[in-house]
């Protein structure tokens, strides 16, 4: 979600008198935070539209496709809707605007497997699977060795499952195993991430249930939304669903008036 805090912090910069009214102005603030996007449009709704120099909106929407978050991170379809905006007047004239009231805004994201599979490739994920302590997952004899994972692979299955293939390669001896997971997934109480009957195979050798429980329980704990509270972040996932090739994600996000804005920056 850390993304989409760039984007909502762009909203509040929209409203200070740096970004001031137009549309257009709003689009050029938001495309300075990401790496690139295909389209962009924004919206600022108001009435008196003088209130934006108070720092108010009534609502503002965001609609991107092919966005960029950081390189290598493509996004097939991005939409924001927020409540009403208000900004603290007197935190206008500084360079770090806070707000006045909680920020609300409603999001839907679209990742097409094309997508999710470059972003597997991508340093910003890569970097995270490297020089991992996984012996107990190799056939490799040498139990001092370090492993990367390389060449992940992401299939989207028929009732929302999903094929993930990924090789673990060790650093020294260059020893390969296979790993395929399938599983379904879905979210608890709008905040876990909960895999749904898995199944782990190396080199076609299945695991026991209980190995798979620890895996799949330290991913589910790294992907927990309520991390986001102490930052004054609250996000709820609303649905998860995938169809064909395409996976599509809505869910409610809210910040805080504590939230630092210039900590996301």
Same mark, same amino acid.
């Given at each position: 979600m850390e993304f989409l805090a760039i984007f909502l912090s762009s909203l509040i910069g929209i409203l200070s008198p740096v970004g001031l009214v137009a549309d257009r102005l709003a689009e050029d603030a938001i495309r300075d935070q990401v790496d690139s996007v295909e389209h962009l449009a924004v919206r600022i709704d108001n009435t008196p539209s003088y209130r934006l120099a108070q720092g108010r909106a009534d609502r503002v929407r965001i609609a991107a496709q092919g966005i960029y978050p950081i390189a290598g991170v493509r996004i097939a379809a991005l939409e924001i809707e927020t409540d009403p905006i208000a900004l603290n007047l007197a935190s206008l004239r500084t360079e770090t605007p806070r707000l006045d009231a909680p920020l609300q805004a409603g999001v839907k994201l679209v990742l097409t497997q094309e997508d999710i599979n470059q972003?597997?490739?991508?340093?910003?994920?890569?970097?995270?699977?490297?020089?991992?302590?996984?012996?107990?997952?190799?056939?490799?004899?040498?139990?001092?060795?370090?492993?990367?994972?390389?060449?992940?692979?992401?299939?989207?299955?028929?009732?929302?499952?999903?094929?993930?293939?990924? #090789? $673990?390669?060790?650093?020294?001896?260059?020893?390969? *195993?296979?790993?395929?997971?399938? &599983? =379904? @997934?879905?979210?608890?109480?709008?905040?876990?991430?909960?895999?749904?009957?898995?199944?782990?195979?190396?080199?076609?050798?299945?695991?026991?249930?209980?190995?798979?429980?620890?895996?799949?329980?330290?991913?589910?704990?790294?992907?927990?939304?309520?991390?986001?509270?102490?930052?004054?972040?609250?996000?709820?996932?609303?649905?998860?669903?995938?169809?064909?090739? #395409? $996976?599509?994600?809505?869910?409610?996000?809210?910040? *805080?008036?504590?939230?630092?804005? &210039? =900590? @996301?920056?």
């Open positions: 972003i597997l490739k991508s340093e910003a994920i890569v970097g995270q699977f490297r020089d991992l302590n996984l012996n107990f997952l190799s056939s490799s004899g040498d139990r001092t060795e370090k492993f990367d994972l390389v060449n992940p692979k992401i299939e989207f299955l028929p009732n929302s499952r999903f094929q993930l293939q990924v #090789t $673990l390669q060790g650093q020294q001896t260059q020893h390969r *195993d296979q790993i395929t997971v399938e &599983s =379904g @997934i879905q979210i608890l109480s709008g905040q876990r991430v909960q895999f749904v009957d898995p199944a782990v195979r190396i080199n076609e050798q299945a695991l026991p249930s209980q190995v798979i429980a620890f895996l799949t329980g330290g991913i589910s704990q790294s992907f927990d939304l309520q991390r986001l509270q102490a930052s004054g972040i609250a996000a709820r996932v609303l649905s998860l669903k995938t169809e064909e090739n #395409t $996976l599509t994600l809505a869910a409610f996000i809210q910040i *805080d008036p504590s939230f630092s804005i &210039s =900590g @996301i920056r």
